[in-house]
C-alpha cells in the first residue's frame, strides 16, 4: 500500500470514526459525512487517473454531485430540526413524534 491510498483510507477511516463515536450534534455527524465523501472522491479521482482510461472519467464528478445534493439535503434537515427542536443535539430528537 502506497503512502497516497494509506492517508486516503486512514481519512475515510477517521470520518467514520467520527461518525460512530462522537454522534452528540447533527452538525458534527454532518461533517464526518462530507468527510468521508470527500476522501472518497479524490481517491476515486486519483483512481481513474492511475488507470489512464475514459470509462471510468465521469465516475468522480458523479460521486461529487451527490455529495453536493448529500450536503444540501443535510443542511436543510439541520434547520429544519433547529427549528422544531430548538438546538441540533442528536440526544434531544424522538423519532417516533411526528
Do not use: K
Amino acid at each position: 500500500m502506497t503512502s497516497t491510498h494509506f492517508a486516503f483510507s486512514t481519512a475515510f477511516m477517521l470520518g467514520l470514526a467520527g461518525l460512530a463515536f462522537h454522534r452528540t450534534h447533527l452538525l458534527s455527524a454532518l461533517l464526518c459525512l462530507e468527510g468521508m465523501m470527500l476522501s472518497l472522491f479524490i481517491a476515486l479521482s486519483l483512481w481513474t487517473l492511475e488507470l489512464d482510461t475514459t470509462n471510468f472519467s465521469a465516475s468522480p464528478m458523479l460521486l461529487l454531485a451527490f455529495s453536493a445534493c448529500e450536503a444540501s439535503a443535510g443542511l436543510a434537515l439541520l434547520v429544519a430540526t433547529a427549528r422544531t427542536h430548538g438546538t441540533d443535539r442528536l440526544q434531544n430528537f424522538n423519532l417516533l413524534q411526528c
